[in-house]
Structure formats: C-alpha cells, structure tokens
C-alpha cells in the first residue's frame, strides 16, 4: 500500500522507507567508493571491489523495482547480451567505439569482456529509462534521444577515469569521435527497448544511482 501512495504522488518524490534505506546504501556506497579510490593507501583494494560494488547496485535496483517478474528479466537480459555483444564486436573488431581494450578492474572476463560490462549497461539504461519516465516528457521519441544525450554526457566524465583506473585503454590513448556517437547510438536502441516494455513507472532509487554516478565520476577526475 506504501509503495502504490509513492507512485500516486503528484510529484513522484516520495520515497518510501525502503526505498529511503536503498537510497541512504547507493549514497554511503558511492560517497566510500570516491574516498577509497581517491586516497593512494586503498585505491588498489577499492579497485578490486568495482565488480562487487556493481552487482551490490544490481540488487538494490532490482529489490526496488515494481512488479518484479519474468518480463523484467527478460528486459535485463536483453540489454546485457545486447551490450556485452556490442563490447564483443567493439574491442575484437573496432567497428564499434574504435581500438579498445580492458583492463582488470571490471573483474572476470569472457572473450576478453568483462561480465559486469553487461550488468553495467543494464544499470545505466534502466536508471536513465527510469528518470525519463518520470519526467514530463511524453512524447517516446524524444525522451530516447534525451536519455541517450544523458548516457553520452556520462560516458564523457566515464572516460578519463576509465583510462586511468584500468577500467579500458585506448590504442594510442586517443579515444575517436566513433566513440561517442556509437555509444549514443547503442543508448538509443536501448533505451527504445526500454521503453518498449512499457514498465509501470518505478520510485526515484534508480535515477538517485544515476545521479550518484554522475556526482561520483565529476568527483573522481577532480580529486584524481
């Protein structure tokens, strides 16, 4: 009964007291992250605990999502393999992105991709489907291409950390134009099936994890 009230409020800002804990555990998280990475003493160990801190937001994301079922994994499927494919065909061809590779910070790999690279596309585009959908935006069209120029904006603060944190390198550390425009691209195709789901609109925990990534990456490249 909490959660339907949540979704009734007119401005959609209302968490409940479970979402409120997943809020305070996305913040503390990220806030503990930022110092960790940022002080020369842990900065190793907090790498080692991406992967973890990853599947950690996986679960917080899902617990909060309403109506939790076989179409929602199906959904979660769908853009992990859509995504580690397009990682697969990117670092083993260059077609897609350019000349990249992975570090060993993502974690275990397959085919030379990390597994989390998947769940990492999944976390972005449902905290970005989610905070389009709760916004003024009705028409489908727009709110893609919105949600993919907020994808881009966030890749650009991802990318210098990335390099410097063995998340991925760029051949000759130049990282082209292709880049990007493929990586607004893939958010745009996602972010399509996102909204062909047609989920009934969820609480403010997802966009807060967005949020929290961008503050997080804006932080890191000024500390670091």
């Given at each position: 009964m909490e959660r339907a009230q949540d979704l009734k409020n007119p401005l959609n800002m209302i968490a409940t007291g479970s979402q409120r804990v997943s809020i305070i555990i996305i913040i503390l998280f990220h806030v503990v992250g930022l110092i960790g990475c940022s002080l020369p003493a842990t900065d190793v160990l907090f790498l080692k605990l991406v992967p973890w801190h990853l599947l950690?937001?996986?679960?917080?994301?899902?617990?909060?999502?309403?109506?939790?079922?076989?179409?929602?994994?199906?959904?979660?499927?769908?853009?992990?393999?859509?995504?580690?494919?397009?990682?697969?065909?990117?670092?083993?061809?260059?077609?897609?992105?350019?000349?990249?590779?992975?570090?060993?910070?993502?974690?275990?790999?397959?085919?030379?991709?990390?597994?989390?690279?998947?769940?990492?596309?999944?976390?972005?585009?449902?905290?970005?489907?989610?905070?389009?959908?709760?916004?003024?935006?009705?028409?489908?069209?727009?709110?893609?291409?919105?949600?993919?120029?907020?994808?881009?904006?966030?890749?650009?603060?991802?990318?210098?950390?990335?390099?410097?944190?063995?998340?991925?390198?760029?051949?000759?550390?130049?990282?082209?134009?292709?880049?990007?425009?493929?990586?607004?691209?893939l958010s745009a195709v996602l972010l399509f099936i996102f909204d062909q789901f047609k989920f009934k609109q969820q609480s403010i925990v997802a966009p807060v994890l967005l949020i929290a990534q961008f503050v997080f990456f804006m932080a890191l490249e000024l500390l670091n």
């Open positions: 950690l937001m996986t679960v917080v994301i899902m617990y909060n999502h309403n109506q939790l079922g076989s179409r929602f994994f199906l959904f979660v499927l769908l853009v992990f393999i859509i995504g580690f494919t397009a990682e697969l065909i990117g670092v083993h061809t260059g077609w897609l992105f350019g000349n990249y590779a992975y570090g060993e910070t993502l974690g275990i790999q397959l085919f030379r991709i990390p597994l989390m690279i998947g769940v990492n596309w999944f976390l972005l585009i449902y905290s970005t489907g989610v905070l389009l959908q709760r916004s003024r935006i009705k028409n489908s069209i727009v709110r893609i291409l919105a949600g993919a120029a907020i994808m881009l904006l966030l890749d650009v603060l991802i990318e210098p950390i990335a390099i410097h944190f063995d998340y991925w390198h760029w051949t000759n550390n130049h990282i082209p134009i292709k880049n990007y425009v493929c990586w607004f691209g």
